[in-house]
């Protein structure tokens, strides 16, 4: 049996892909950090949106898998592994393809929206939020390496589809879109 411990990382190092020993506060284990708290988050959000709402869970669950492959080809940008699965052209068309079903249903946006009204869509404007911290960590790391461009049209799509996906439960669970008033 292997243990989950291995006590390597007693000493504030890790290991890449590679096998290259790295500190645990260097930029691309930040990246695949933040892209951790995200499928983390995500996984919340799953759990609170209610049964009804299946296919937009097992679309989300899809998401979770697709952060893992961007995990994954974060830590391969020293090594270029040969088995690491890449991110496609295909998974950002069926996030715009989600987003403009959503969209569809929903009424012009024509003020600047708070963040809030039900609990799922709090929890997925949150999301949003750390999605935009992924993407500019990824966006740092993409000025020492380079980043495969379909990671950064990802998460930028992402971070837009959560957004929508917001406002789009709160019209399907009736609360109000809280519009910013200018002061």
């Not at 411990?5 to 645990?24: A, E, H, P």
């Not at 697709?66 to 690491?84: E, F, H, R, S, T």
């Not at 068309?93 to 799922?120: A, V, Y």
């Amino acid at each position: 049996m292997v243990k989950i411990y291995t006590k390597f990382g007693d000493q504030g190092k890790t290991s890449m892909l590679n096998g290259k020993r790295v500190d645990k506060c260097c930029l691309e284990i930040e990246a695949i950090g933040e892209v951790d708290e995200l499928n983390a988050f995500l996984g919340i959000l799953i759990e609170i949106i209610e049964e009804d709402f299946k296919l937009e869970k097992k679309k989300l669950f899809s998401i979770q898998n697709d952060l893992l492959i961007i995990g994954a080809n974060l830590a391969d940008l020293q090594a270029d592994c040969k088995n690491i699965p890449k991110l496609t052209n295909f998974k950002i068309s069926k996030l715009e393809k989600w987003i403009d079903q959503m969209e569809k249903e929903l009424p012009k946006l024509k003020n600047f929206i708070l963040p809030g009204g039900s609990e799922e869509s709090a929890m997925a404007f949150y999301a949003r939020a750390i999605c935009r911290r992924v993407e500019r960590v990824v966006i740092s790391l993409d000025q020492k390496y380079v980043v495969p461009i379909a990671i950064k049209k990802y998460l930028n799509r992402l971070s837009d589809l959560l957004f929508v996906f917001g406002r789009w439960l709160n019209m399907k669970k009736g609360a109000e879109e809280l519009k910013w008033k200018k002061s």
